[in-house]
């Protein structure tokens, strides 16, 4: 006679959690920002990969990589910008680690509920860092335009997009240097996210942000 099976979980809720390689349990649905470590958010955006992977070359460009360069242009759109905004744009990506990078099409088909996961993500990464849960809006317009910089070259150096066609979707980039992007390994990746992230840190505790 084959074993009954229990029914013990039938009705339970589906796991809404998930453990990172620190040991901890990230709550989806409510996560806390105790649960939040940036050893776990540089290794998660290191291998994930921007475009769906639909990116030329031997590897895959990296988000990573991507949130150091939005960073970057920050500091150049914002000469003399606080660190704690500094901070906040190496981090604009942060949800992605567990959650992540959809595609802007797949997110508007997606509506509100995955906004409202990624908004409670972005919130709970903040607060553990040190940052106001909800961005000054002007804030958050400045990293979303060093992001559609970044967007622009990655588009038509790496995903295929001829300069016509990147100019209608993320317009063109002002106010920032050019770049001739080079794609970084997992490892790099990980390693100079994780070094920025301390640079500002220190920074931003002397400065008492």
Not at 178 to 187: D, F, Q, S, Y
């Amino acid at each position: 006679m084959p074993p009954r099976r229990s029914t013990a979980n039938k009705d339970a809720a589906p796991r809404a959690w998930q453990r990172m390689l620190s040991g901890r349990r990230l709550d989806l649905l409510d996560p806390s920002p105790v649960d939040v470590e940036i050893e776990d958010i540089a290794h998660g955006l290191s291998r994930v990969a921007r475009w769906n992977g639909q990116t030329s070359g031997p590897l895959p460009f990296n988000v990573a990589q991507h949130s150091l360069l939005v960073e970057e242009f920050c500091s150049e759109l914002k000469p003399g910008w606080p660190v704690k905004w500094r901070l906040a744009a190496l981090l604009h990506d942060g949800p992605e680690f567990v959650i992540g990078d959809l595609i802007s099409p797949f997110k508007a088909q997606l509506g509100g509920h995955y906004k409202v996961i990624e908004r409670r993500l972005q919130q709970a990464i903040h607060l553990r860092f040190g940052l106001a849960a909800k961005l000054p809006e002007t804030i958050e317009k400045t990293i979303k335009r060093a992001d559609r910089a970044s967007a622009f070259f990655e588009a038509t150096q790496l995903a295929g997009f001829d300069h016509t066609e990147a100019r209608k979707f993320f317009g063109a980039p002002r106010g920032v240097t050019p770049i001739n992007l080079k794609t970084m390994t997992t490892r790099q990746a990980q390693s100079a996210f994780l070094a920025r992230f301390n640079v500002l840190m220190k920074a931003c505790e002397q400065q008492d942000c």
